[in-house]
């Protein structure tokens, strides 16, 4: 009798074994799953994707970089980091045409959709590129200035020359059969310091 037991008590020890396996294998399965994604194989499925919301560049804004915080706070004259910027040309337009004539950067307000406050942009764009482009080229082909690529990430970032048709050019871009994604790289000034 006592054999009887212990071949049951090893044979329900076995069984218990094997059971608590089968939940780890199965546990690790369903846990190691990523969310569903569209692939080669699943070309047909559908897979949302959030609309992009475009920022609104303030074209009429003057913005100046006042590291020293030498231009005083007037009338319709803010402050956000280190920038002093008003909506519309005012008083602080005499900062900014020597600072224009100079050929120091020139800045613009930039309104997100659905966010309090601005960011700024120098006119410079964030371009998310297919393997194998040659950022030199789309460079070339639209007139920018290639500042930085980042090629472990497929993105690089270019300087256009003017803030004048910098949505007309976006768009083109977006068109363009060898990019992924157009952003203005915009500075928030809330971080601090740039």
């Known amino acids: ?28 399965d369903v846990f190691s799953q990523e969310p569903f994604v569209s692939t080669a194989n699943n070309s047909n499925s559908v897979v949302e994707q959030p609309a992009r919301l475009v920022p609104t560049i303030l074209f009429e804004s003057i913005v100046i970089f006042d590291e020293n915080d030498l231009i005083p706070l007037l009338p319709n004259i803010y402050q956000i980091g280190n920038f002093k910027y008003e909506l519309t040309p005012g008083a602080l337009s ?9 050929g120091e950067r020139i800045y613009k307000l930039v309104q997100e959709q659905g966010i309090d406050g601005y960011k700024i942009s120098d006119g410079s764009m964030l371009i998310e590129y297919l393997e194998g482009t040659d950022t030199a080229a789309i460079a070339n082909d639209f007139s920018l200035e290639l500042i930085l690529d980042f090629p472990s990430v ?26 992924n994604l157009v952003s203005l790289d915009l500075i928030d000034p809330s971080i ?3």
Do not use: W
């Not at 993105?155 to 048709?165: E, I, K, Y």
């Open 1 to 28: 009798m006592n054999q009887t037991m212990i071949i049951k008590s090893i044979s329900l020890r076995v069984y218990c074994l094997l059971f608590s396996f089968g939940i780890l294998f199965i546990q690790h």
């Open 94 to 102: 005499a900062f900014y045409l020597p600072q224009s004539a100079s």
């Open 154 to 179: 497929r993105t690089a970032s270019f300087q256009a020359s003017t803030f004048s048709g910098l949505n007309e050019l976006m768009s083109t871009l977006t068109e363009d059969d060898r990019i």
């Open 192 to 194: 601090g310091p740039r």
